[in-house]
């Protein structure tokens, strides 16, 4: 009888034992039978937080039944250039939300809001992603893009306070119009269609949109092969770098290893960008009134990205293939021709009400201007000097008085005295006021520019042109010298003034004939000749390029919607 007990014990124990074993494997099973299904969600690790920032809220997985796994599904942005009233993104019917440096907008874009930001504006933001080797880097160009709006608008709104109009109120001054923003949509994706290769969600532009942002944010092309699609750029404190990923195309990584400056250097947002990132710059007869009104006026395009297109605009102003040998052996003294011809008939970009003056070049010449006490050169003293030759002109000539202002070289006159009394002398620091008084110089000469015949003010221009470039092949000429003296200024405006400025003036008006021309002919080109040399130095008053840009980028890609990606 106890032994038969004992049995049943020994049995019940042996069962409960099986039975243990059995849902410890029917758990182990079911574990391994979960792991294999769960991971099914290749990476979803990889859309975390810690990848994406505020961006991984719209990570999730999605459950595939017919297929017994689980799918994930991640949001990265679509990153455009637009104007910023634009309401038709490149993903139909989704909002678009732009940056401009506001609590909102970092919200909006999803951008962490740097915790230093309102006590000392970006030295805490500039390193807030250089140690997150983690993180993709789109992320860090959208907290860039942020900071440069917060920062320089916030320099803007400062200097117009620190510089208000003596002559004016403030409040007569419009508030600046900014035409150019950064926008983005937000896009879902699927990681089945990543490419192995990938580690990191990415983030979608185009070629030109990601051209335009490195210029607002004052990086310039080191390195730009259309042929390998080898990208580098670098300035202020960033670097772009690329690489070709199979199957997918341009892959380029954003960094910010040093503090970025947003102020003064800021480039100007205008929409003019997408044109002069390319090398083309829009001018003064893009108007469709001036062209349908203009008696024989044609349309215009500078472009001066490649050595060919530089041809080609000179050509279409009408230069001669003389003008265009010597222009290829030499055109620079303090700086090169192109700017004069920007500066002459370029349109002008400043916004007014605003004080940001900087461009992306859109030339392969570069700027070697510096400003500040210490340059070698400055356009305040070209100016103080032309306008110096221009009343010894005035005066020699027997022009109109001072007082009567009823010539047009009068006029410019009697504009430089009163912008003068605004306080004229550092470029670099001109008030809004002073800023204000050349935009409305510049406008007036413009205005006058176009009252003439086209034929005759490029007839001039070239004659200057050719002029210039003729002398700047001779290696004596005192052209080639005034980079080397101590009063540049002085010789150059003097240069212009009595040695470029008669030839300009008195040459023939037709190649099968060598008579001087009519006296009233020569008045109007000596008039046309002053007030493009005038307007040119306004222009470069308003306007500045980085010392370190040179355009590279290929003109053929302005407007291209090529995608690239951004890891």
Request: charged share 20%; aromatic share 10%.
């Amino acid at each position: 009888m106890g032994n038969t007990l004992s049995n049943q014990d020994s049995q019940g124990v042996l069962a409960i034992v099986a039975l243990v074993v059995s849902l410890v494997a029917l758990v182990a099973t079911i574990l391994q039978a979960l792991q294999q299904y769960f991971s099914s969600a290749d990476g979803y690790r990889k859309c975390a937080a810690s990848t994406m920032g505020i961006w991984a809220k719209g990570t999730h997985r999605k459950l595939r039944l017919r297929e017994f796994r689980i799918e994930v599904i991640y949001e990265t942005p679509v990153i455009f250039t637009t104007y910023p009233d634009n309401r038709h993104g490149p993903i139909r019917d989704k909002e678009i939300y732009y940056i401009d440096g506001t609590d909102e907008s970092y919200r909006n874009t999803r951008v962490s809001i740097p915790a230093g930001r309102r006590m000392v504006e970006g030295e805490v933001a500039a390193i807030l992603y250089t140690t997150d080797d983690e993180r993709a880097s789109w992320i860090t160009l959208l907290s860039a893009l942020q900071l440069k709006e917060s920062m320089s608008r916030k320099w803007d709104l400062e200097f117009r306070m620190k510089f208000p109009p003596r002559g004016r109120p403030l409040g007569a001054i419009d508030n600046p119009n900014y035409s150019l923003a950064v926008g983005l949509q937000s896009k879902m994706r699927s990681w089945d269609f990543i490419p192995s290769s990938i580690t990191r969600p990415y983030a979608i532009s185009a070629v030109c949109y990601l051209v335009e942002m490195m210029s607002m944010l004052g990086l310039y092309w080191k390195v730009f092969d259309q042929s390998t699609w080898n990208l580098r750029a670098e300035g202020n404190g960033f670097i772009l770098t690329s690489t070709t990923v199979h199957g997918l195309g341009i892959m380029v990584v954003f960094a910010m290893p040093s503090n970025p400056v947003f102020g003064e250097r800021r480039v100007i947002p205008c929409l003019a960008i997408r044109e002069l990132a390319f090398g083309t710059v829009p001018n003064i007869f893009d108007d469709e009134t001036y062209l349908s009104e203009g008696k024989g006026a044609q349309s215009l395009e500078l472009v001066f990205g490649s050595a060919e297109d530089v041809a080609n605009t000179l050509e279409s102003l009408g230069c001669q293939e003389d003008t265009l040998k010597n222009y290829n052996r030499g055109h620079k003294h303090l700086f090169s021709v192109t700017f004069e011809i920007i500066g002459m008939l370029g349109k002008v970009f400043r916004i007014r009400g605003s004080n940001f003056r900087m461009l992306p070049n859109p030339t392969g010449d570069l700027w070697h201007k510096t400003v500040g006490t210490k340059a070698s050169w400055k356009i305040t003293k070209l100016m103080e000097v032309f306008q110096a030759k221009l009343h010894e002109l005035i005066y020699n000539e027997g022009l109109d008085s001072l007082e009567s202002g009823s010539s047009n070289i009068t006029a410019i006159r009697l504009k430089w005295n009163q912008i003068q009394d605004l306080n004229c002398t550092d470029e670099a620091k001109l008030s809004i006021e002073v800023r204000e008084a050349i935009h409305d110089a510049i406008d007036e000469t413009t205005k006058y520019l176009l009252s003439v015949s086209q034929l005759d003010l490029l007839s001039v221009l070239v004659a200057h042109i050719t002029k210039i470039v003729k002398e700047l092949e001779d290696p004596f000429s005192p052209l080639n010298t005034i980079a080397f003296i101590p009063n540049k200024e002085e010789a150059l405006v003097s240069y212009y003034f009595y040695e470029v400025r008669p030839v300009v003036i008195n040459t023939p008006r037709t190649n099968t004939t060598r008579l001087p021309p009519p006296k009233t002919e020569v008045e109007q080109w000596n008039t046309i000749w002053i007030m493009l040399i005038f307007r040119m130095l306004c222009w470069l008053l308003l306007h500045d390029f980085d010392e370190n840009d040179a355009k590279i980028v290929p003109s053929n890609l302005k407007g291209s919607r090529m995608p690239v990606y951004i890891g």
